[in-house]
């Protein structure tokens, strides 16, 4: 049961989401506030200055394209030739790592971003080909360190950087800021914060502080872009602004495309588009991965459904040569239908698994497999999201202690969704409702949008929309008052007249210069 919640207490529980109350960019810590920031600036411009060959390595999800991206544009304002690598997800793994040295050899100075924490015998590798290396990184720091000429990851015990939840593309925008001051250069930073505000948004960094200012300045800044690739992305979709939402649904799971389907590269290349044309043909080849993407992950999550013990605390499924770029997303889906935590994992022909995990609610799947690194290969992540690689040998001892482990930690409620904040009766849907809930805008990770549940409702209409009837469209009725709403990815059967409790988001939704309120339809259960 939830309890009844009125606007006032609403706008008081929002409130309290944001301890520091809101921040502005005139709030965020100076460059220097990084432990190894001032080490590493000082490096890179010894590089410039002595002309020395220069090569970025970075990931293959949104915060290591971007994170790139940036650091080549900057290279590219400054007009100094740097080589970028991103890793080829299906050849090269994750990262930086012993499969990419031979094609940095010559190298002076390596720069990770968004990775690197994790690559200690990379980095020996490099030592050895008198590569000298900076890593920039935000994971978790594993027990034992690479050898670095400078490591900026404000997870170092000894970083006076005050927040802990920063992405890959907010240290690389740091790094570029710090480099911006050391060589005296006059350039706007705000071309690279559009950039670095798709990254925090796509990498589910809490959306709070300097976040929360970060996102707000960068969607601003998108918005009015002159950058041909966010131009193009504009015109595809026929938006004249962007929100949090549309990154997160829209922009993000485009760009994660290449990587997750052939190789992140094209990402980094659209996103770098010189002009308009480019940026066109580029953004229709992102488009094709990501149908693509979509028809292979919808495959797999209902293969994946079907092998799921959904009593387990910990849901591990595995399958044979399942497409390792989708895995992320299946454990995502299959963690909300299940709402607990869902590792996928597929196995290739050497007898290897790989896959990634989701954590659900307030569960830290991070904490619970970093008990069984044992029987991994390869292990990283954050509380909400892991990778992970082990022999298939090795997985039925894992997936003991997987249960074992994830019954010692607290079990989060399984029952009740911590997105919803209360029973909403329909006559508090107002115009009123959806503006305060604007003044607590970008919602995401840490500051979801408020989910309202709604019991007594009786059901009016349910038809099937979308090319292939995969979304639903409803009028529910409570006590004489109709809504209109949407459901998206659902074949389940509902009947006209059913009782029902509705949870759901409120929606502005804007048609043909009309703008009407309508549910965003989360859970339908039948009472």
Known sequence: MHRTITLDALEQLLETRFEEGFLSLKDLPHPSAFKDMDKA???IVRAIEEKEKITVIGDYDVDGVTSTTLMKLFFDEIDYPVEWIIP?????????????????????????VDNGISAVYAAQLCKEEGIELIITDHHMLPPEVPEAYAIIDQKQETCSFPYEEVCGAQIAWYLIASLKNALGLKISMMPYMELAAIAIIADV??????????????????????RPAIKAYMEHTQKETLTSEDIAFGLAPILNAAGRMEDASHAVAFLSS??????????????????????????????????????????????????????GIVAARVARIFERPCIVLSENEEGMLKG?????????LFGIVDGCREHLEKFGGHKAAVGLSLHKT?????????????????????????????????????????????RYEPYGQGNPRPKFVTSNVEILQADSMGKEGEHMRFSFVQDGIVMPGVKFKTRASFEVGQKVQVSYTVNENRFRGNVTLQLMVDKITSV
């Open 41 to 43: 600036t000082e490096r």
């Open 88 to 112: 080829n997800r299906f050849r090269d793994g994750y990262g930086l790592s012993a499969n990419i040295i031979p094609r940095i050899k010559g190298t002076d100075l390596a720069i990770t």
């Open 205 to 226: 960094m809490p959306l709070w502080h300097i976040n929360r200012a970060m996102v707000i300045a960068g969607i601003e800044a998108l918005s009015k872009s002159s």
């Open 274 to 327: 010189a002009n308009i044309y480019d940026a066109r043909v580029r953004l229709e080849r992102l488009l094709e991965f990501n149908t693509l993407r979509k028809a292979m992950e919808e495959e797999i999550t209902q293969k994946a459904l079907e092998k799921a013990d959904r009593d387990a605390p910990v849901i591990l499924v595995e399958g044979e040569g399942w497409h390792e770029g989708v895995v």
């Open 356 to 364: 990634s995990g989701r954590s659900y609610g307030e569960a830290d």
């Open 394 to 438: 090795r997985l039925e001892a894992f997936r003991e202690e997987i249960l074992s482990s994830s019954l010692e930690e607290k079990e989060p409620e399984k029952k009740n969704d911590p997105e919803i904040v209360g029973e909403l009766h329909f006559s508090q849907i107002s115009f009123a409702l959806t503006e305060m809930m604007k």
